[in-house]
């Protein structure tokens, strides 16, 4: 399977998908009008992944996201969290601005369920 | 032509500064260009992600609930209007628009109900509905004004004009302390 990458726009995020690697990389900023439909195509990539059962690593590089998007996000990590407890090999790094206090908040938020390996990095 | 003055607005106003003042159409586009001009105005100041991000929230809500909707403009976008003020200590950042009277009170309750939270008691509200939405009406997560009333740390403002048999107007206002530098 080829790798999709999906260009960033004014509201939404860069989305790069790569299926040799088991890599998805989400950066950026992410407020589009319809985060569902945004982000559908990240769900379907995901879900042919955890049915191939490969090894995946998610990078989250977010500096803004809006509430539809956060719970787009929450999806995400509940189903990596999920394929993780059927033993899928997961890594998740949530990536923040050395002085974003609240995005690092965010992120040990977010993660305070998760039992899948998940890192915070600042950059 | 009109002829306009604006001395009565100005002294209306005069302890205060108004960055930003919109109304007419908001779709998308509109969100993203005055989120841009938003973050350059308040450049300066420390609580300016915040700001920011209750502003997209409230001008988002306009783009999907308001009740009014302007026939010739492309796309989706909502009818409303957004202020926001800067006082001495304070940030204001006020939306409007019309919603269905129906609406009206389960609107208020919210507010009422993110308003009686603490800091704490906001953040496990926030982390149950945003796994649990129970809202049919909502289109995004249901969680906006919980993480509006997280950012701003102060009570939110709801009120209530009635303006027809189905139509009420609804302003929220969301306060934010300046932070000292």
């Known amino acids: 399977m080829e790798k999709i990458v999906i260009p960033k726009s004014k509201s939404s995020p860069e989305v790069i998908m790569d299926y040799e690697n088991g890599l998805l990389e989400i950066i950026g900023e992410s407020y589009p009008e319809n985060s569902l439909g945004f982000y559908k195509p990240v769900y379907d990539w ?20 809006n509430t539809s998007s956060s719970k787009c996000v929450i999806d995400i990590l ?3 969290d999920k394929y993780y ?31 899948a390996p998940f890192q915070l990095v600042y950059y | 032509m009109n002829s306009v003055n604006l001395y009565d607005q100005y002294e209306a106003i005069k302890d205060h500064k ?18 841009s001009m938003i973050r350059s105005s308040l450049s300066t100041e420390t609580n300016t992600k915040k700001i920011f991000a209750v502003f997209i929230e409230l ?19 909502g009818v409303g209007i957004i202020i926001l003020r800067e006082k001495k200590d304070f940030f204001y950042l006020s939306s ?18 993110v308003n009686s939270m603490n800091k704490d008691e906001l953040k496990a509200y926030y982390q149950e509905k945003i796994r649990n939405p129970t809202d049919a009406d909502s289109k995004g997560a249901g969680v906006g004004l919980i993480d509006i009333a997280r950012k701003s740390e102060n009570p939110l403002q709801c009120e209530i004009t009635p303006v027809d048999d189905f139509n009420s107007f609804m302003t929220l206002t969301v306060t934010f302390n300046k932070e000292i530098q």
């Not at chain 2, 001008?59 to 976008?77: D, L, T």
């Open chain 2, 59 to 77: 001008a988002q809500n306009i783009v999907r609930y308001s009740v009014e909707k302007e026939p010739s403009s492309e796309g989706n976008s």
């Open chain 1, 46 to 65: 995901l879900n042919k992944c955890i049915q191939d059962k490969i090894q995946l690593k998610v990078n989250f590089k977010l500096n803004y996201f």
């Open chain 2, 18 to 35: 108004i960055l930003l003042s919109f109304k007419g159409a908001i779709s998308q586009e509109v969100v993203t260009e005055f989120g």
């Open chain 1, 78 to 80: 509940d189903s990596l």
């Open chain 2, 96 to 113: 409007g628009n019309l919603v269905l009277k129906d609406k009206v009170q389960k609107i208020k309750d919210r507010c009422e109900t």
């Open chain 1, 85 to 115: 407890s059927n033993s899928g090999i997961v890594e998740i790094n949530w990536y923040y601005e050395e002085d974003d206090d609240d995005m690092k908040e965010t992120g040990e938020e977010f993660s305070s369920d998760l039992k």
